[in-house]
């Protein structure tokens, strides 16, 4: 049974960071390229930072780059996004999107706030 569990959500204030998780399970996780995603509140789900299967090619939205990082553990079935320097603008819930070949997994979501 295929899932991605996020993690690491929560009320943050403007500048702070946060450390979202996803850890995997039911295929073969160092197999896939894995991908964030959020999706705030009225707006489509945009895509927001990807990493490759083994970790080494990362790439990010404009509107996040320098401020967030995609990381992963492939030992551990698990990739994480480092998000710092948070403004009201990052406030959505965030999604691990796993991807290979024609296959793509989808967790469930994890909320992020970002308020004073």
């Known amino acids: 049974q295929v899932q991605l569990v996020e993690s690491g959500g929560g009320l943050v204030q403007p500048g702070g960071s946060l450390r979202l998780s996803c850890a995997a399970s039911g295929f073969t996780f160092s197999s896939y390229a894995m991908r964030w995603y959020r999706q705030a509140p009225g707006k489509e789900r945009e895509w927001v930072a990807g990493?490759?299967?083994?970790?080494?090619?990362?790439n990010y939205a404009g509107s996040v780059k320098g401020r967030f990082t995609i990381s992963r553990d492939n030992a551990k079935n698990t990739v994480y996004l480092q998000m710092n320097s948070l403004n009201h603008e990052d406030t959505a819930v965030y999604y691990c999107?796993?991807?290979?070949?024609?296959?793509?997994?989808w967790g469930q979501g994890t909320q992020v706030t970002v308020s004073s």
């Open positions: 990493i490759s299967s083994p970790g080494i090619n990362t």
């Open positions: 999107n796993a991807v290979h070949s024609w296959y793509s997994y």
